[in-house]
């Protein structure tokens, strides 16, 4: 399978949150992204299926995939430059935990990541485990914006329209203590 995949760029079907997956079909999924992200052709860093299409929870990153992947326990700050397969070309500044772990599917204990052994993989992480909820890096964005400029991700909306909204449906569930 040497084929490239296109990925999804609408962000108002990024923003629809994934939907629990069983196991055997997780699995299946997961192998096939990681099958794309190790790629030499692609050199990505990471992949969730709904960036190809797939509404499943179900993401890759570097050598591992996950499998209806959640964060159990996080803690402590940090920033850091991420970018996103979505979005070509744009660098965004993001706040994300120092250490967080997680429970998958398709692994019989708990994950622990945490910044100081590898920040990369760390911020990989929790940017894939956010596209499962529906949620891009813009939503996570440390830069001041203005409400009334347009938004970072390109959707030619005003920020407090789009990705800055207030009335962003995943303010309560997910966007809580960040
Ligand atoms: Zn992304
Ligand atoms: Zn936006």
Redesign the pocket.
């Known amino acids: 399978m040497n084929l490239v995949p296109t990925i999804i760029t609408d962000i108002n079907v990024l923003k629809i949150p994934c939907e629990t997956v069983e196991l055997n079909e997780g699995i299946k999924i997961g192998e096939q992204l990681l099958e794309y992200v190790k790629s030499d052709k692609n050199n990505w860093a ?1 992949l ?1 299926a709904n ?1 190809l299409g797939i509404n499943k929870r179900v993401c890759a990153m570097l050598d591992i995939y996950l499998v209806n992947p959640e964060i159990i326990d996080k803690k402590g700050t940090m920033y850091y430059t991420e970018q ?3 979005f070509p070309k744009k660098d965004v500044l993001v706040k994300r935990y120092t250490d967080i772990t997680i429970t998958a599917d398709n692994f019989e204990s708990e994950l622990y990541f945490s910044a100081e052994s590898n920040m990369f993989k760390c911020a990989c992480v929790q ?1 894939e485990i956010d ?1 499962l909820n529906g949620i ?2 813009f939503e996570r964005v440390n830069t001041k914006i203005k409400r009334n400029s347009p938004c970072l991700c390109g959707s030619n909306k005003k920020y407090k329209k789009c990705c800055g909204g207030s009335n962003n449906v995943h303010d309560t569930k997910y966007k809580d203590e960040i």
């Open positions: 990471g969730a960036q996103c397969l979505s940017h596209h891009t890096m």
